[in-house]
């Protein structure tokens, strides 16, 4: 059997992700599998405590946050498995969730991703992905398929290849990952995954979504008010998407969809709803991109001053 390594990432949030552990623990029978954990750089250092309750477990510390695509990079560079399970903290997994993925990547040696149905863990009925569609490039849309409806199997007749995995729960295969390399650090916070995908379907694989494997995403089904972060990294990462991926033609398309329709209309949104702090992290996500290059490791935003990155 090939060998899976399972990538986590915790940012101050220890026992969410000690739920996770305890899952694994009581729920996975893929064997061999090792397991992975890359604390990004917590305000107080939960490794030398874990090691001593999770002896089983390959604890990875970074002193820095390095945002989602630098920690799961971190924790590829420790990973000895021929598959690479990478999930979030917040989430739990089901019985055979592994050896369901896994054996998609057996049965699909074109595969080089795969995802399982996520359903929220608060509405465990609920489902929040049943794949995605494919990327309309002209304005860097898509829909994540069957979010929100009620799990009745109405969805399970979608197994098979997807437009993008979802980042809450992946596994990849580890040739398609030296083909298409590591995810680009630079997004930092959001389409990281979707670029990925974007690689891995360059170098010549296919993505995929077994639908008979589930897992359990604790991100709650009421998104919240929005932050500045979020704002900012939302709409700079989504032009870099797009310079990232399309040709001239494509680009100045998406350039003039969105400085003519999605910014009128965010601004229009944040005067609306009182929310004039908006106005300028917009207009720094658009001045980023006119002024650095796709492979900037310029964030445009002071990441430290948060609490709540992944």
């Not at 998609?104 to 080089?112: F, I, N, S, V």
């Not at 010549?204 to 604790?218: D, E, P, V």
């Not at 350039?255 to 709803?273: D, E, G």
Request: proline share 3%; charged share 20%.
């Amino acid at each position: 059997m090939k060998s899976v390594s399972v990538i986590t990432i915790n940012f101050n949030q220890s026992l969410v992700t000690e739920a996770l552990l305890d899952s694994i623990f009581s729920k996975n029978t893929y064997s061999p599998t090792e397991i992975i954990v890359v604390d990004n750089g917590s305000d107080t250092n939960p490794v030398p405590g874990w090691e001593l309750k999770y002896r089983a477990v390959k604890f990875v510390r970074s002193e820095d946050n390095l945002g989602f695509a630098g920690g799961n990079n971190l924790g590829m560079k420790h990973a000895g498995g021929d598959y690479l399970f990478f999930i979030n903290n917040d989430t739990e997994i089901t019985g055979g969730l592994i050896n369901l993925l896994a054996g998609t990547l057996d049965q699909y040696p074109e595969a080089g991703m795969v995802s399982p149905k996520i359903r929220y863990f608060d509405k465990p009925q609920m489902l929040q992905y049943a794949g995605f569609t494919p990327m309309n490039y002209y304005t860097c849309r898509n829909n994540c398929i069957g979010q929100f409806e009620q799990d009745n199997g109405q969805r399970d007749q979608l197994t098979g290849e997807t437009g993008y995995v979802h980042g809450a729960a992946m596994m990849l295969r580890r040739e398609a990952i030296i083909k298409a390399g590591f995810m680009h650090e630079n997004y930092f916070l959001y389409y990281e995954e979707m670029d990925w995908c974007e690689k891995v379907k360059k170098a010549g694989y296919t993505i995929r979504i077994n639908m008979q494997a589930l897992i359990y995403h604790k991100e709650s089904v009421s998104v919240g008010a929005r932050s500045a972060m979020k704002e900012y990294f939302m709409n700079r990462n989504r032009i870099l998407f797009i310079r990232r991926n399309c040709e001239l033609g494509t680009r100045s398309i998406f350039w003039l969809y969105f400085l003519s329709v999605v910014t009128p209309r965010n601004l229009l949104n944040y005067a609306k709803n009182g929310e004039w702090q908006f106005v300028n992290i917009l207009f720094r996500a658009i001045w980023w991109n006119v002024t650095n290059g796709i492979n900037s490791n310029k964030l445009g935003y002071d990441v430290k001053k948060t609490k709540k990155v992944n």
